[in-house]
């Protein structure tokens, strides 16, 4: 599992974005915010983090990963993967998995690349699409995508895109629960060990519960991107 640490010891405070979704005027919004906010409350070092879900559903999946490539941040970035960056990386290998691929959004994706959409929307073209997105994506991107992490820890708290499975120690978690588990994790009361802060499910305003936090604020269809800020005084929230 591809995971990473981080001490607030050395990283006083945090910025944590939820899901994006092809929303890169949320996130150019998102950066001027943690930008002034900086500016405003001045602190020794700092790192933000995205829990994926870059791509799909938004009409700009294409700006997204160019700007997040290329570190827009005003600190230190470490970028987490979700689901749908699984999808289109499995897409680009594996075409047969268009369909699903299709009703969870990325006909979007595609037609920011301008790969042509009207075959894959009678369900045909699948083949031809993957090798024009392989042929569209930037190297850059590409290797932004590798380079995505599965988890991270800051202090006590466990970061990722969908949640964990409980009963699971948090250095043992699966990827496939750590890109896609909802129900169980959701509906848990359980101690993770450490506060989970998770995306992946949207809710109309930040969840923050006693053993974990949700920060998808549904942005491709609501414009509210919301950012937790994690700091050694207690926890605030940012939003577009």
């Not at 700009?60 to 993967?81: C, M, Q, W």
């Amino acid at each position: 599992m591809r995971t990473a640490v981080a001490d607030l010891d050395h990283q006083p405070r945090c910025y944590v974005i939820g899901d994006i979704h092809g929303r890169s005027d949320l996130l150019d919004r998102m950066v001027d915010a943690i930008t002034r906010d900086i500016e405003q409350n001045p602190v020794a070092a700092s790192l933000t983090v995205t829990l994926g879900d870059y791509v799909d559903r938004g009409p700009d999946s294409r700006g997204v990963l160019d700007r997040l490539a290329h570190n827009p941040f005003p600190t230190d970035y470490v970028a987490l993967k979700g689901n749908h960056e699984e999808l289109l990386e499995t897409f680009l290998t594996r075409p047969a998995i268009g369909p699903q691929w299709r009703r969870l959004g990325g006909l979007e994706t595609l037609h920011s690349y301008k790969v042509p959409v009207a075959d894959l929307m009678v369900g045909k073209g699948f083949d031809e699409a993957a090798q024009a997105l392989r042929q569209a994506l930037p190297a850059e991107q590409s290797a932004f995508l590798g380079r995505l992490k599965l988890s991270l820890t800051v202090g006590g708290y466990f970061l990722c895109h969908a949640g964990v499975r409980p009963g699971v120690p948090l250095d043992n978690q699966r990827a496939e629960d750590l890109l896609w588990i909802r129900d169980e994790f959701l509906s848990s009361k359980v101690d993770f060990g450490k506060i989970v802060v998770h995306g992946h499910t949207p809710t109309q305003s930040p969840q923050v519960l006693a053993n974990r936090i949700n920060i998808d604020t549904g942005a491709f269809a609501t414009g509210r991107l919301t950012c937790l800020v994690i700091e050694d005084g207690g926890l605030r929230f940012l939003s577009t």
